[in-house]
Antibody, heavy 123, light 106 residues
């Protein structure tokens, strides 16, 4: 059974770059059957999709974050990563990674999630 | 960008009640609509995909319907474990979530 686990610093200073990694176990990122996604949730607020990546490196980003986001994949380590630059307090959130599955080639949904990791932006 | 609007934002109900949550898209998204359940301190859980397909392992009291711009999630008989926040999410054009509906015990 596929499991995802987020890791990275829990505290980032304003204006710096937030870096997180999601490690996939129980399955291969390179299988080509899935996309791999990042989602975040500020304290007490709703979910915000950040972006997703295919094992080949193709990426899709939320337009509101696109200028600051980079998602990459390391198939040799079965991991994918998130970098968010120029962070402010508004980027404080629980960050989740998730697997994106599809049904009939066109219907995409996030069916396996990591437990989430809390990132606080503060000096 | 496609905006997703859920109603109500919060809802109080009792065990055994039938509950309906609505999600409206700012443009037609066909059936590219998913529903998630989130409990406090936990990751979201997929309930429904492609508007009406029940995810494996999800109880049959959950059902989804709709197409185009208007969608509903129905819980036929509320159980204690169903009190949570529910989110819709479109996948017609990348992804966007609704703002969530908090389902509370009356």
């Amino acid at each position: 059974q596929v499991q995802l686990q987020e890791s990275g610093p829990g505290l980032v200073k304003p204006s710096q770059t937030l870096s997180l990694t999601c490690t996939v176990s129980g399955g291969s990122i390179s299988s080509g059957d899935y996309y791999w996604s990042w989602i975040r949730q500020p304290p007490g607020k709703g979910l915000e999709w950040i972006g997703y990546i295919y094992y080949s490196g193709s990426t899709y980003y939320n337009p509101s974050l696109k200028s600051r986001v980079t998602i990459s994949v390391d198939t040799s380590k079965n991991q994918f990563s998130l970098k968010l630059s120029s962070v402010t307090a508004a980027d404080t959130a629980v960050y989740y990674c998730a697997r994106v599955s599809n049904f009939g080639d066109y219907y995409y949904y996030m069916d396996v999630w990591g437990k989430g990791t809390t990132v606080t932006v503060s000096s | 960008d496609i905006q997703m609007t859920q109603s109500p934002s919060s809802l109080s109900a009792s065990v055994g009640d039938r509950v309906t949550i609505t999600c409206r898209a700012s443009q037609s998204i066909s059936s590219y609509l998913n529903w998630y359940q989130q409990k406090p301190g936990k990751a979201p859980k997929l309930l429904i995909y492609a508007a009406s397909s029940l995810q494996s392992g999800v109880p049959s009291r959950f059902s989804g319907s709709g197409s185009g711009t208007d969608f509903t999630l129905t819980i036929s008989s509320l159980q204690p474990e169903d009190f949570a926040t529910y989110y819709c999410q479109q996948s017609y054009s990348t992804f966007t979530f609704g703002q969530g509906t908090r389902l509370e015990i009356k």
